[in-house]
């Protein structure tokens, strides 16, 4: 699978409920998608592109384990998440709902809105503009699958 698009960076630390804050919640996917890191930057929804991507470093996603923080970046248009490392259950959410995530450092490589090409099958994650590039550990062909499907609902 390629994934193409944007970058967004952020730092370390950065919560569920910074993702998605909890006074936000809704089960309307329109009010879910403008939730979309509205704890740090609440116009987020609107700068984002399907196939966009996030970059993050240690621990993107600790605190709670609710699935609508990931969810609500898939339905603004984020399609993978490269962070130094992420908290298991916010990390299999993703995969549960079709949003790739991928453990990496890859902060380096890009500044806030550069180009990102990503290539799953090789684990290769590359900078557009700049040509860098770095290897990432690709996931288990399972749960690509469910990444693939769109969900694991789709899926099953």
Known sequence: MIIEGRAHMFGENVSSDAIHPTSLFSTDPEIIKKGAMAGIDPDFHKKVSK??????????????GREIAPLSLKLAGIDAIVAVSMPRIFLRNCINIGLLPIIAD????FSDGDM??????????????????????????????IIEAGGLMNLL
């Open 106 to 109: 890859a902060r380096a490589l």
């Open 51 to 64: 196939g966009d991507v996030i970059i993050a470093g240690k621990s993107f996603g600790r605190g709670s």
């Open 116 to 145: 990102v090409w990503i290539d799953t099958d090789r684990g290769i994650i590359k900078n557009r503009a700049t040509g860098d590039s770095m290897r990432f550990r690709p996931l288990e062909r399972d749960f690509m699958e």
